[in-house]
C-alpha cells in the first residue's frame, strides 16, 4: 500500500500542488486565475481521453440494439448458451470496436485527477497549522512560489478556500447553480439519442440526477473546487462540442449551437426515432442496416473498417449458402 | 464579538462515517466473466464512482484542526498538558498518572490546542479551538492550579476565531494573538486582544488592535510592549501600557515586514528578538535599534541585527543559550547561529520536521556532562544532538511524530506524542520510564 501512496504523492500531488504554485506566482498572485489556468491545462491534456470516450459511447450506443437482441435471443437459457451468449457479446464488441469498459475506463482515470485536483487546491491553501506545516514537504525546492505562502484565497469576493455555502451571497446560490447548469449542459450533449424506451429513461435520469447531485454536493464544497468544477465543465462542453463534431444543443425544445448540416443531421435522426417508437416491432433487417448506416457515419475509420469486414462475412455466408444450394 | 461561555458541549466535528462494501466476482464457468449491459448497468456504476470521489474527498478532512502541539508545562511538581481533544490535563510525576479530579473542560474538549499553556501567579492560562467547515469555535481558559476550576465561572471566554499562539499576561490583562473574527467584515485578518482577567471585570475586552493577517505567532511580553507576528509576514510592536491612545492602531510602535510568513513564536532575549518565517529565514531583531531604525523590511546588520538563511520553513522558537542562537526548521535541520554575526556554527539534519523548539537538557554519562538539544521530530522520536558540535548522540524512542516541546524535569523528559501520549524517559539512559494515554489516562507501557 504504501507504493501507491508514494505514487499518489509524487506522480499527482506535488505536481499539482507545485504547478497551481508557480501559477499563482505567475498570475498576479491569484489563486482563482490560478485554478482557472490549471483546469484548462488539465482539460487539454485530457483530450485525447475525451475523444475516445466519446467514440466508445457513440459506438455502445450503436450497437446497443444488436446487444439486446443477443440478450432476448438466449433469455432463460442456462450452460452452453450462456457460454454462447457471452462469446456472441464479446464477438460484437470485437466487430465494432468497442471495449465493453472503454467508456467507463477514461472516467476512471480522470477520477485520480478529479480527487487529487480537489486535494491539490486544499494543501495549497491550509486552513490549519499541520497542514500548513506540512505544505513545507509538498513544494519541489526549486519551486520559487515556496516563499509566497499563505497564497491569497481571494477571488472575486469569494474565500476558495471556504465552503460555498458560506461564501456571500450571490455566490452561495449561484455556484451550486452553474456547476449543476454546466454539468446539466455537459451531460446533454454527450447523452446520445436513442429508441430504446428503456435507455431513454436511464438517460433521462442521469441528465438530471448527476446535475442535481453535484449542485447538491458543491453547497459543501470549498469554493475553489467549485470553481474548478464550473470551469471543467465549461470547458468540457465546448471541447465535446467539437469532438461531438459540432451537433446542435436541445434545451427547452429548441436548438442551439450547431451547422447548418448537423441540424439537418440531426433532424433526420429525431424523425428516424419518431418512427422507430411509433413502429412497435421494426423488421430486423431494416433496422439493423438503419444501425449501420448511423454507425458508419459516426464511429470513424476503426468501426468502418469492422462493418465492412462483417459485411464481406455475410457476403460469404450468402454465397455458400447459394453454392449449397445449387 | 466577545462573550463569557455557556455550556457548550460537542465541540469535537463528528467523524466522518467510514464506507464500507464488496465486491462480488464472478467466476462461475457457465457466466460469463465480464458483461456489459449498456446504459441500465452504466447508472450506478455511476453513482457508485461519484460516491467513491465524494467519500475520498471527504474522508481525509483537512479542515478540522487536530493540535497536539501543546507541551508539557511543570508548576509545583505537576505536568499540564493541552491533549489531542482540546482537555487541559494534569499529570502527577511522583504517582505517575493522571489526576482524574483536575481536567477542563470536563466533558468534551476544546478540539486542537497548539501552543503551551501559561502559569502566571496561581492560574494557568491557555487556548484552543475548533472548526466546523470554515466555522472556527476557540477559547481562552483561565483556570485556577489548585481545583482547575475557570477563573471566569463556568468556562472561558469564547471568540469565533482559530487560537493557535500562546497567550500572555501583564499584570491582569491577558493578550492573545487571533485570526479574522467569525462574520466580521472590517478587512482586519487578525487582532490582538487585550483582556481583563481580573474575576469580577464588568467588560472583559480592553481593546483590540487590528492586524494585517492571522495570527499564529502568539503573543511575547517584554517590559509594556507586546510583539506579535502575523502570516502576514509583519511584526508588531505594541504599547500595551495603560496610557490612553485615540485609537488601538496607536499603540503600535513599530512593525518589521519579514520575507515571508511569520507562523512559529517570537522570542524575546537580552533585548533582541529572535523569531522565523515561511522563506526560510531566522532574524535577530534589535528591540533598541528598530525604534530608530526607519526601515520596515531591512535588517540593521551595522547594530547587531542579522537574518540568517535556515535552508527551510522556519516555524520553532529559537532557542537561545550562551552566545548560540539555535535555529530549527521544518525540513528538519538545526543550525548553531552565532548570536553576535548570525552566522553558522554547525548545521545537522534530523529526519522529520521540526515543528517545536528542542528543549536544552545536560546529558550525563558516567562522571561526564554533555549539553545537549533534545530535538523533537514530526516524523517519530526525540534527537539527541551535542550543542558543541551537532553530533547525534542518542535518541528517545517514541515511535510516535513528536510537534511539541519535551520538557525536562528532575532528570526525566516528557514528551507529548502527536498521537496523544505522554511518555518519559530518562535523560542520562534515553530509556523509556513510563506512558500514559492523555485522553483516558490509561497506561501505555
Redesign the interface.
Known sequence: MEIFGILWLEVIMRPMINSLALLYQLLFSNFGLSIIVFTVLIRLAMIPLTVRQTRQMKKMQTIQPKLKAIQDKYKGKKGDARRQMSSETMGLYKDAGVSPVGCLGPMIIQMPIWIGFYRAILRTMPSTPEGMANLSDLFYSWNPAIAGVPFNSQFLGLSLVDLVSAAVLPWNYALPVLVGASMFLQQKMTTNPTSDPRQKQTNQMMLWMMPIMFGAFTWQFPAGLAVYILFSNAIGVVIQYYVGGKQPVELFGRSFLGTDASRAERAEQVAAEAAGSNAKTPPPSSEESDEDDQSTEILGKDSRRSNRNRARRTGRRTRRRRNKGS | MLRYVGINTNRRPKTPPSITGTIRISTS????K???????R??P???A??F???A??AC?N?????GG?SGPVVEDEKLFIGNRDGNLVRFDPETQNLDSSWRYPDGDGLG?M?SNTVVIGDKIYGVGYT?R???CDGEIFGLSLSDGSSIWGLHGLELKTKL?GSVAASGDTLFVGTTAIGDEDDGAEGYLYALDSSAGASRIEKYRVPLDG?A?SGVTIEGSTAYIAT?AGSLYAIDISDSEFATPEARIKWTFEA???I?GPILVASGNLYFGD???NAYKLGISTRLISSSRTEVNTGSGEWKFDAG??V?AKPIIEDGTVYVSA??GSISAVDDSSGIAKWTTTIEG?I?SSPALFDRKRGNITERALAVPS?EKNVWVISVIDGRELGVFLTDEPV?STPLVHNGNLYVHTLNGDLKWFSVDNTSQIGCVELKGGGRCD
Open positions: 464457468e457457465s457466466e460469463p465480464l458483461q456489459y449491459h449498456g446504459g441500465r452504466r447508472l456504476i455511476l453513482f464512482l461519484i467513491v470521489m465524494i475520498a474527498v481525509v483537512d479542515l478540522t484542526p487536530e502541539w486542537a497548539y472548526c467547515g470554515d466555522k493557535v492571522n499564529f502570516m520575507e515571508g510568513a507562523a515561511l522563506a526560510s527551510a520553513w516555524w521544518l525540513d520536521q515543528v514530526g510537534k
